[in-house]
C-alpha cells in the first residue's frame, strides 16, 4: 500500500462487520480503492491479478484459504471457484475476522452458489463529496433520517466551478492527483481498458470497440434520466438504417452492469397503496460522473458554457445540471449504505409528477430530496415535495432541497435547502 489513504465510510461499515463474520466481499468498479481498504485489514494477501498466484489457485482453490487471517484474495472473480472454496469453508466453522474477497466484476460463469447467509457483500463506490475533503459537513443524512426536522444551518464558499471540478475530477481515488490533459488521459485509458481487455476476460470480445464506445456514449448522455432501451439505441446508432435488436447488444449492457460500471438508480416502489401510476424504469447513472463526462468528451469550461455534444436524448435538460444530479446521487448513496438505508427515485407514469431521489429506512419511511443546480430555490422547486407530502403524510420523514447554494437553511414551509458540500453522512 503507498501513497495517502483517504479514509472511507465503507471503513467503518467493514470495522463493524469484519469482527462479527467470517466471510465479507468488498465489491465495485476498478480502481474505486477496494485492495487498498480490505488490505489494511488483512495479514495475508492472495492477488489473482498475478499470474502466478491464479494458476495456483486454478490449481488448488482450497490452497488460498491458509495463512493468517484475516485472509484477503483480491479479484477473486478470476478464478470463480475460490468462492465455492470460501462458502464451504464458513460452512465448516470459519471463524469471524477470517476472509475478505474484493472483486471488481461479477464473473461472466457464476458461482454454483450464491454465498447468501455465508459471505456478506458490501458495496463500495467512488468518493463521495464528503469523503473529498472539500468543506466540513453540518448536515447530516442519518439525523434527516431520524425524523424531528432537526436544525438546518452551516455556510459553504462552495461555487458552480467547484462543483464543476469535482464533476470532471473523479472520485476514484488513484485519479485525484490529476489535472487537466493528465486527467482526461487517465479517464480515457480507464475507459479502453474496459473495451479492450475487460470485456473479454468476462467471456465477451469486442469486435468493433466503435460501436460500444458509442453506447456507452448514449448510457453517459442518458444520465439521470429514465430514457428507455429505443432511446438509447437511437442515440447510439444515429443515421443507421439498420438498427441492432435488445437480444444483440443486452450482452453489453450486462457486462457493464457486472463491471459496475453502470449504475442505474432503481424507481421506487413503496408497499402502501397510496401512489398510483408509478414508473418502474431506472435512472441512468456511470459509476463515476466523471466517466460520463469524459466519454462524452466534456472538460470543465465545456460544461459551463452549455456546450452540448455527443448522443442525443430527446427531452432531457441541461448534461450540467444531470451530471450534478449524479454527482449528488453518488454521495447520497455511499451515505444512505452508511445509514443502512437505500436510494431511489420517484417517477409518475407520463412525468407529471417525479422526486429525484428517494432515500428509504428499512421501515419503509423516507426522506424526499430534489437537486437542483442554482444557488437559490423558487416556489417551483419544491412542488414535487409538496405533492408528495400531500400523499404520505407521516411517512414521509423529511424533504431536502440540494442545491449549489452558499448556505443550509429550512424554509418557512419545513423544507431543508442543503449545499451538497455541506451533506454528509
Not at 112 to 127: E, F, K, W, Y
Not at 387 to 393: D, H, N, S, Y
Amino acid at each position: 500500500m503507498s501513497g495517502r489513504y483517504i479514509p472511507r465510510l465503507v471503513d467503518r461499515e467493514l470495522d463493524e462487520l469484519l469482527p462479527q463474520l467470517p466471510a465479507i466481499a468488498l465489491e465495485g468498479p476498478k480502481a474505486v480503492g477496494k485492495t487498498e481498504s480490505a488490505g489494511r485489514r488483512a495479514r495475508t494477501i492472495h492477488q489473482l491479478d498475478d499470474p502466478a498466484q491464479r494458476a495456483i489457485a486454478e490449481a488448488d482453490p482450497a490452497r488460498l484459504l491458509g495463512g493468517t487471517p484475516p485472509i484477503l484474495i483480491d479479484e477473486w472473480q478470476r478464478v470463480p471457484a475460490v468462492w465455492d472454496a470460501v462458502r464451504r469453508a464458513v460452512d465448516q466453522g470459519s471463524p469471524p475476522s477470517q476472509y475478505l474477497l474484493t472483486g471488481s466484476a461479477s464473473p461472466a460463469a457464476a458461482p454454483t452458489h450464491s454465498g447468501a447467509g455465508r459471505i456478506v457483500t458490501v458495496r463500495m463506490r467512488p468518493l463521495s463529496l464528503a469523503e473529498r475533503g472539500l468543506d466540513t459537513p453540518t448536515v447530516s443524512l442519518q439525523d434527516l433520517l431520524a425524523g424531528g426536522r432537526p436544525e438546518v444551518t452551516g455556510r459553504t464558499n462552495g461555487r458552480l466551478d467547484d462543483y464543476v471540478d469535482e464533476i470532471v475530477r473523479s472520485g476514484l481515488p488513484g485519479l485525484r492527483s490529476y489535472r487537466g490533459r493528465a486527467l482526461r488521459a487517465q479517464l480515457d485509458g480507464y475507459m479502453n481498458r474496459i473495451i479492450d481487455t475487460d470485456f473479454e476476460e468476462q467471456g465477451l470480445p469486442v469486435r468493433r470497440a466503435g460501436t460500444l464506445r458509442r453506447w456507452i456514449s448514449a448510457y453517459a448522455a442518458a444520465t439521470a434520466t429514465t430514457a428507455s432501451y429505443e432511446t438509447i439505441r437511437d442515440a447510439a446508432t444515429g443515421g443507421q438504417q439498420d438498427k441492432p435488436s435488445r437480444s444483440a447488444t443486452q450482452p453489453w449492457r450486462d457486462v457493464l452492469e457486472r463491471m459496475w460500471i453502470l449504475d442505474p438508480l432503481p424507481a421506487w416502489l413503496p408497499t402502501q397503496n397510496y401512489l398510483n401510476r408509478l414508473a418502474q424504469l431506472p435512472k441512468h447513472h456511470l459509476a463515476d460522473p466523471a466517466l460520463a463526462a469524459a466519454v462524452l468528451g466534456f472538460d470543465a469550461n465545456a460544461l459551463l458554457q452549455g456546450v452540448e455534444a455527443g448522443p442525443s436524448i430527446p427531452g432531457s435538460d441541461l448534461l450540467l445540471g444531470r451530471l450534478f444530479e449524479s454527482l449528488v446521487t453518488l454521495s447520497l448513496r455511499v451515505y444512505a449504505q452508511a445509514a443502512e438505508a437505500q436510494v431511489r427515485h420517484l417517477r409518475l407514469h407520463g412525468g407529471s409528477q417525479e422526486v429525484d431521489l428517494i432515500v428509504e429506512r428499512s421501515d419503509r419511511r423516507i426522506l424526499a430530496a430534489e437537486v437542483k443546480l442554482g444557488r437559490t430555490v423558487a416556489e417551483d422547486d419544491v412542488r414535487h415535495l409538496h405533492w408528495l407530502r400531500e400523499r404520505i403524510g407521516a411517512d414521509l420523514l423529511d424533504a431536502v432541497v440540494i442545491n449549489t447554494g452558499p448556505e443550509a437553511y429550512r424554509r418557512k414551509d419545513g423544507i431543508a435547502v442543503i449545499p451538497a458540500f455541506l451533506l454528509g453522512p
